[in-house]
């Protein structure tokens, strides 16, 4: 985090100097629309552009730490306004005007000079903790058995995990590596709730503050009561449920995906634009520029951003008008738009939220704040969202769900001539799951495969439970042959985990076809030639994966 944190100052700092070395030129291009202006102070469309400019000005000094400038900006801004409905200024207005806005320049300049602009993100910075660290769970029995068992099934889920025998160990292994999490045995040789005692005189030696978590033969209150009194974060009971462990695992370690929020940021302030986009990726969104407003329909379809951030004064159409042509498509209805601009005019916020926007952020804006609001925004889209597009068991994309994603992902891989995979997934006998076990245990089975799919897969890969013990998976950029290897291994981890039901442990194993776009690039056609080679997969034994083929 320390690097990326490093990476992130550099860029902005970066941004800065190019900031300082475009401001002469910024300077030059107000001071000839201040010449026009001047020249015809009765032409509307003068004055736009030098409003324009000025906008922009308050708005970009005051994010790269010029305060004062981006203040003044403004105050010249706002002597402009009344002009757009009440005619034009005598001509001593005009001579004045002009002769405090060009000492502006001059001074604005100077201090730029002499003065380092101090970009306010290190508070920001420091706040934001490391969550892209090694899982490490050290796990403490002196069941040599249980524990190879617990640690074989925890690796399918990707994480590290170290075995220590001796209790007494512990201490000295968390010195010399700390882990993410602790799970250890209640009891051990030296007493019924030795482990609970140990992991106290830790705490209190080290002041430490590790998650941990207790397993143990006996669901008794006196053993929970003790693993609560040691600050235990969870309580297992042998055999242990690995699914539920995993769960509860990445619920204490924040292993959850990143949030990624993809954000479209629509401004024609190149360097400001890039500031915002920089904060916004150091906080794990993903981001897309636009500085031309024409190609907003494209981006739309190709990006399919979950937020929306607009200037409101841009060259070839305002951000009100651009709100408002969104909002037509009704595909764009929900989505969240968020102007993000130095207006401060009631009236003109009050626009745009008429044409649809969604909240309306004032510049300079700290990097904090900004995050925020955007990301709570985008979360509550994103939960809307889920409610019509996510199944409900597994939280995956549901059937009509990834039909739409893999219509859009063919799409997106034909206009750029890339590759494409689709596969389908099938869980062998899993009615004789469901006849034994029971239909809790079979849901079981269906979120195993599900969470194992979100963890091995990368977030770039699209996965939805088609139907049933159907699954589909799309590999964005990936031939069949590539995402055929990876779903292999997949497959064989999946079947190493097992099953924990009341009747004893058992595993499960799934079969798989996967074609590509070489095949066809119409979406109904890759499902079924997928589905064909899902349904060779199964005829020749099952636990396989076969490609498509016509």
């Known amino acids: 985090m320390a690097e990326k944190n490093d990476s992130l100052q550099e860029k902005l700092r970066a941004l800065e100097n190019l900031f300082l070395e475009k401001l002469p030129l910024k300077m030059q291009e107000m001071e000839e629309a201040l010449a026009h202006f001047l020249a015809t102070p009765e032409d509307k469309e003068v004055l736009t552009v030098l409003h324009r400019l000025l906008h922009t000005m308050a708005g970009s000094a005051g994010t790269f730490g010029f305060a004062e400038m981006g203040l003044q900006a403004r105050e010249f801004e706002m002597r402009l306004k009344p002009l757009f409905a009440e005619g034009v200024w005598s001509q001593e207005d005009l001579d004045t005007y002009a002769s405090e806005l060009r000492e502006y320049f001059v001074t604005a300049l100077l201090n730029a000079k002499s003065k380092g602009a101090t970009v306010q993100v290190v508070d920001y910075l420091e706040k934001n903790s490391d969550k892209d660290g090694s899982r ?142 920089a904060v916004l990726r150091n906080a794990g969104m993903s981001v897309r520029l636009l500085n031309d407003p024409s190609q907003i329909l494209g981006v739309m379809t190709d990006f399919r951003p979950e937020l929306l951030l607009l200037d409101v004064y841009m060259p070839l159409c305002s951000g009100v008008e651009l709100s408002k042509m969104i909002r037509q498509d009704n595909s764009y209805l929900d989505i969240p738009i968020v102007f993000l601009s130095s207006e401060n005019d009631m009236g003109k916020q009050l626009d745009a939220v008429q044409a649809g926007a969604d909240d309306f952020l004032t510049k300079p804006i700290t990097p904090e704040f900004l995050v925020s609001a955007l990301s709570s925004r985008a979360e509550r889209y994103r939960l809307l969202r889920a409610l019509i597009m996510r199944d409900g068991l597994t939280g995956l994309y549901n059937h009509t769900a990834i039909k739409e994603e893999l ?144």
């Open 136 to 277: 490490l769970i050290y796990l403490v029995d002196d069941d040599n058995e249980i524990t190879q068992s617990i640690l074989v099934q925890l690796e399918q889920f990707g994480y590290e995990v170290v075995l220590i025998d001796q209790l007494k160990s512990l201490a000295v292994s968390i010195a010399t590596r700390r882990p993410d999490i602790v799970v250890i045995e209640l009891g051990s040789e030296d007493g019924k709730t030795a482990g609970a005692e140990e992991i106290v005189r830790i705490k209190r030696l080290g002041r430490l503050s590790i998650p941990t978590i207790f397993v143990s033969q006996s669901s008794s209150f006196e053993n929970r009561l003790q693993a609560v009194r040691a600050g235990g974060d969870g309580y297992f009971t042998k055999p242990v449920d690995i699914v539920a462990l995993s769960e509860r695992i990445d619920a204490l370690v924040g292993r959850e995906e990143p949030k990624g929020y993809r954000v479209l940021i629509i401004d024609d302030d190149v360097v400001t634009a890039e500031y915002y986009s």
């Open 407 to 550: 219509g859009a992902e063919i799409s997106i891989a034909s206009r750029n001539r890339a590759p494409l995979a689709l596969a389908m997934i099938d869980l062998d006998n899993f009615k004789h799951v469901n006849d034994t076990y029971g239909h809790p245990v079979g849901d079981q089975v269906l979120r195993t495969l599900s969470r194992l799919l979100r963890q091995r897969l990368r977030r770039s890969d699209i996965v939805g439970r088609y139907g049933g013990e159907e699954f589909v998976i799309i590999f964005p950029g990936t031939s069949a042959i590539v995402a055929r290897r990876v779903l292999d291994q997949i497959r064989i981890a999946f079947g190493k985990i097992d099953q924990h039901a009341e009747q004893g442990d058992f595993a499960v194993t799934f079969s798989a076809g996967v074609a590509d776009l070489e095949l066809t690039t119409d979406a109904d056609e890759l499902f079924d030639v997928a589905d064909a080679a899902l349904y060779r997969a199964k005829q020749g034994g099952r636990n396989q994966i076969e490609l498509a083929k016509i």
